[in-house]
């Protein structure tokens, strides 16, 4: 078990609609990362918190967002679903930033999402 | 269920066999290496990492070699058990300012009785 804990485990829901995937950091880790794997693309950042703001971006589409609460959880938004957005989207966390002596991410269960 | 994409290099191992998992990173600003294990249905877990200014790292029964010559990375597991059968990423990170991977696209091991 990392210590991440990511809800819910699964959803299934239709195209249009909106979803909100939660995260829940280990406990002391500032920084949350969100990823999303899907069977043609591997693993994609999509976006990083630190301790409550923005940090980097990477391929996070545009009716994608996120944030990331005082008691440092997370959550990503997905609007105006698509097919193609049925993917796996991991949560992971790390007690810091790039230059920590020691920045793992810890990865959560995932959240697998299908769009019908 | 398949977690991970279908057309995944394969490497086939016998138990007891070392594994060598390879992979190539694109960026030579990439200081910071590591290497993630994925199980069916469940998300990457660490095993190890190295920073550039290190050549060679020891876990246990597991080896991460770094060439930063050819931007290459190897994964070695003494001793392959059924229970490392899985998707293995090699991930790098640039010093950026956030601290953002980039995945590799994975390899997976299969290891015969």
């Known amino acids: 078990d990392s210590g991440v804990t990511q809800t819910p485990k699964h959803l299934i829901t239709a195209t249009g609609q909106r979803v909100t995937l939660r995260c829940s950091p280990r406990?002391?880790?500032?920084?949350v990362y969100w990823y999303q794997q899907s069977l043609d693309q591997g693993l994609q950042f999509l976006i990083q918190?630190?301790?409550?703001?923005?940090?980097a971006k990477g391929n996070i589409l545009e009716r994608f967002s996120a944030q990331q609460f005082p008691d440092l959880h997370s959550e990503l938004n997905l609007s105006s679903l698509e097919l193609g957005d049925s993917a796996l989207y991991f949560c992971?966390?790390?007690?810091?930033?790039?230059?920590?002596?020691?920045?793992?991410?810890?990865f959560g269960a995932g959240t697998r999402l299908s769009v019908l | 269920g398949e977690s991970v994409g279908l057309h995944l290099p394969t490497l086939s191992v016998q138990e007891g066999d070392n594994s060598i998992i390879n992979c190539a990173y694109s960026?030579?600003?990439?200081?910071?290496f590591i290497w993630y294990k994925q199980e069916s249905g469940k998300g990457p877990q660490f095993i190890i990492d190295?920073?550039?200014?290190?050549d060679k790292r020891q876990g246990q029964r597991v080896t991460v070699l770094l060439n930063k010559t050819v931007k290459h990375l190897s994964l070695q597991i003494a001793a392959t058990q059924p229970g490392d059968s899985a998707v293995y990423f090699c991930?790098?990170?640039?010093?950026?300012?956030?601290?953002?991977?980039?995945f590799g696209g994975g390899t997976r091991l299969m290891v015969k009785p």
């Open positions: 406990s002391g880790d500032l920084s």
């Open positions: 992971a966390s790390s007690v810091g930033l790039a230059g920590a002596l020691k920045n793992i991410q810890y």
């Open positions: 190295i920073r550039s200014n290190m």
């Open positions: 991930a790098e990170n640039t010093g950026n300012a956030g601290n953002m991977l980039t």
């Open positions: 960026n030579s600003a990439s200081d910071y």
């Open positions: 918190y630190y301790n409550g703001e923005e940090r």
